[in-house]
């Protein structure tokens, strides 16, 4: 398996601009998480789905930020309008179970510059 | 209200001998522990884990510790070697899933 796959690996856009970030778990996970690093709060959890069904949405920054999952291999967070604070890399990590001794696996990131 | 606190942001040392890293976290439900590892460009990779049941899980050269009552955790490396320079991020169990730290930059110079 190729593990989780992201895109973009780098995006910069300009402020106001829509940024889409997209996420393929590995196959047969069942969960799938969007997590943003950042120097003052590290890893943060925006929101997780189960099942392709969103489980909870609570680190959601505000309502500029969607995340949607249409099937189980593929899954979007979107940021519309982007603003320079999102700048920040952008995690997505997927898990078979909730049993913690399988931990998560991530993707390499998406590092986000909005200017 | 960050509910997992690696209070070093950074810790240096010489190879060959020990690192030690740490984590306070706040909610005494959480009832399992991670260690992740992050280098530049990558994403953070499991390490190790423990559960709330045990104090100590050893995986070749790298330890945790729980202190429950104290609400602490540490990851001990022996002996460092150059390749463990990254970031370590803690992790704690919430349900059904994680809550990380802020991240401790790790440097091992010969």
């Known amino acids: 398996d190729a593990g989780v796959i992201q895109s973009p690996r780098h995006e910069v856009t300009e402020m106001g601009q829509e940024v889409t970030l997209r996420c393929k778990p590995i196959s047969g996970h069942d969960y799938l998480f969007w997590y943003r690093q950042t120097m003052m709060r590290g890893l943060e959890l925006l929101i997780y789905f189960n099942n392709n069904v969103p489980i909870d949405d609570s680190g959601m920054p505000e309502d500029r930020f969607s995340a949607k999952m249409p099937n189980a291999s593929f899954s979007t967070l979107k940021i519309q309008p982007s603003e320079p604070r999102d700048s920040a890399v952008y995690f997505c990590a997927s898990s078979p179970g909730t049993a913690f001794n399988y931990g998560y696996t991530f993707g390499s990131g998406t590092r986000l510059t909005v200017v | ?110």
């Open chain 2, 1 to 110: 209200d960050q509910q997992v606190k690696q209070n070093s942001p950074s810790l240096s040392v010489q190879e060959g001998r020990i690192s030690i890293l740490n984590c306070d976290y706040t909610n005494s439900m959480f009832d399992y522990f991670l260690w992740y590892k992050k280098y530049p460009a990558e994403g953070p990779t499991f390490l190790i884990s423990i559960s709330s049941i045990k104090d100590k899980n050893e995986d070749g050269r790298f330890t945790v510790f729980l202190n429950k009552s104290a609400k602490h955790l540490s990851l001990h490396i022996v002996p460092s070697q150059p390749g463990d320079s990254a970031v370590y991020f803690c992790a704690a169990s919430d349900t059904d899933k994680l809550i990380f730290g802020t991240g401790t930059r790790l440097q091992v110079f010969p």
